[in-house]
C-alpha cells in the first residue's frame, strides 16, 4: 500500500513543495535498485514520468523536480513551483506486481 | 522512440466483454526484456493494475487477483500489439484504460463507460 501526504496542496509561484509517499513494504529489491516513481497527470493525459528508482530525473524534467529517500519513505520537492506544474503528482511501485500507485495529490496554483 | 497507440470502443454494454488494443511503434511486443500492461483509471482518480504479458523464450501472463477471473491479455506478434479483453462487464468497469510499457510510456488512453 502506497500513502501520499497530502492529498492537496495549494501553492504560490516561486516557493517550494513538497509531497510525501510511505509504501508499506521496503521497495528495495535485489538487484540494489528502489522502484519507486514519481509522475504528474494533467487532465486528458496519462501520467508522465517525473523521478524514476526514487531520485533520477527522467529525460526533459526540469532540475527543480528531485526525488528522495530509501526503503518505504520517499519525497519529491519541487525547489520553486511554476504555473505549469499543476496537476496530479503520483508515486507508484514497480517493485512487484501489482504495481501500486498513492492516492494522488493535487497541486494547484 | 517507442510510441502506444490505443484503439476500442467507448462504450460497453453491462455484462458484455470489453476489447481494447494496444499498437507498439519503435519497440517490438517479442521484445524479451519487457513486458507490457494494461492499467486503469476510476473516476475517483486511482490508479489500478491490471495485468501484463511478456516473452521470455514463451509467453507469460500476470493478472491482478481482483479481475484475474474475468481478464485475459494476449500478444499478436503479427500486428506488433496486444490486447485486453474483460468479459462480463459492470458499471464498476468504467474507466480510462491504459496500456503502457513501464512507468516512462504510457498509452494515450481510452475511456470506455460501461452502460446500457
Known amino acids: 500500500v502506497m500513502t501520499q501526504t497530502p492529498l492537496s496542496l495549494s501553492v504560490t509561484p516561486g516557493q517550494p513543495a513538497s509531497i510525501s509517499c510511505k509504501s508499506s513494504?521496503?521497495?528495495?529489491?535485489?538487484?540494489?535498485?528502489?522502484?519507486l516513481y514519481w509522475c504528474v497527470q494533467k487532465p486528458g493525459q496519462p501520467p508522465q514520468l517525473l523521478i524514476y528508482?526514487?531520485?533520477n530525473r527522467f529525460s526533459g524534467v526540469p532540475d527543480r523536480f528531485s526525488g528522495s529517500g530509501s526503503g518505504t519513505d520517499f519525497i519529491l520537492q519541487i525547489s520553486r513551483v511554476e504555473a505549469e506544474d499543476v496537476g496530479v503528482y503520483y508515486c507508484?511501485?514497480?517493485?512487484?506486481?501489482?504495481?501500486?500507485f498513492g492516492q494522488g495529490t493535487k497541486v494547484e496554483i | 522512440q517507442a510510441h502506444l497507440q490505443q484503439s476500442g470502443p467507448g462504450l460497453v454494454k453491462p455484462s458484455q466483454t470489453l476489447s481494447l488494443t494496444c499498437a507498439i511503434s519503435?519497440?517490438?511486443?517479442?521484445?524479451?526484456?519487457?513486458?507490457w500492461h494494461w492499467l486503469r483509471q476510476l473516476p475517483s482518480g486511482g490508479l489500478q493494475w491490471l495485468g501484463r504479458?511478456?516473452?521470455?523464450?514463451?509467453?507469460?501472463?500476470d493478472y491482478a487477483e481482483f479481475v484475474k477471473s474475468r481478464i485475459s491479455i494476449k500478444p499478436d506478434t503479427s500486428k506488433n500489439q496486444f490486447s485486453l479483453q474483460v468479459d462480463s462487464v459492470t458499471p464498476e468497469d468504467t474507466a480510462i484504460y491504459y496500456c503502457?510499457?513501464?512507468?516512462?510510456?504510457w498509452g494515450q488512453g481510452t475511456m470506455v463507460a460501461v452502460s446500457s
Open positions: 503502457s510499457r513501464g512507468p516512462a510510456l
Open positions: 519503435g519497440d517490438s511486443v517479442s521484445s524479451n526484456n519487457v513486458a
Open positions: 504479458t511478456y516473452y521470455r523464450s514463451r509467453w507469460f501472463n
Open positions: 513494504q521496503s521497495l528495495l529489491r535485489s538487484d540494489g535498485k528502489t522502484y
Open positions: 528508482e526514487v531520485s
Open positions: 507508484m511501485q514497480t517493485k512487484e506486481i501489482p504495481w501500486t
